[in-house]
């Protein structure tokens, strides 16, 4: 009914301290946010409690399809892979690297970023094998 639900921030968790960026919804509907502050992604429950974090250098995070976390700091070069136990599994990096944001993940299969000249490109993820 778009009725204020509920306020999640550094004055309910300490966690949510800084700025979050890019919140994402992951397979289990919890909320995935990166705080370019202190570069944890943090995993808040649907009722906006925090569940788990990691230090991830994370400013902008983006969820795939498994549950693997894709993030990047803010002004950095590097977008970084983690696993659904928040292993580090790749990683793009360098000055060449297309992409200013981790790629978003659409519902039918469809992977899209934003290059570093404000277009939208199309990619393709092969992670390695499990």
Do not use: Q
Request: charge should be negative; proline fraction near 8%.
């Amino acid at each position: 009914d778009g009725g204020f639900v509920w306020t999640a921030d550094g004055s309910t968790d300490s966690e949510l301290k800084g700025h979050g960026h890019n919140a994402d919804i992951d397979s289990k509907g919890r909320i995935v946010v990166g705080n370019d502050d202190t570069g944890r992604v943090i995993y808040l429950n649907p009722e906006g409690k925090v569940v788990d974090a990691f230090s991830a250098d994370a400013c902008s995070v983006t969820i795939d399809p498994a549950d693997n976390l894709y993030s990047a700091g803010c002004g950095s070069d590097t977008i970084n892979v983690f696993d659904p136990a928040h292993k580090l599994i790749g990683s793009w990096s360098g000055p060449d690297m297309p992409m200013i944001v981790p790629p978003e993940f659409g519902p039918n299969g469809e992977i899209l970023a934003l290059d570093r000249d404000g277009g939208i490109v199309k990619v393709r993820v092969t992670l390695p094998p499990v």
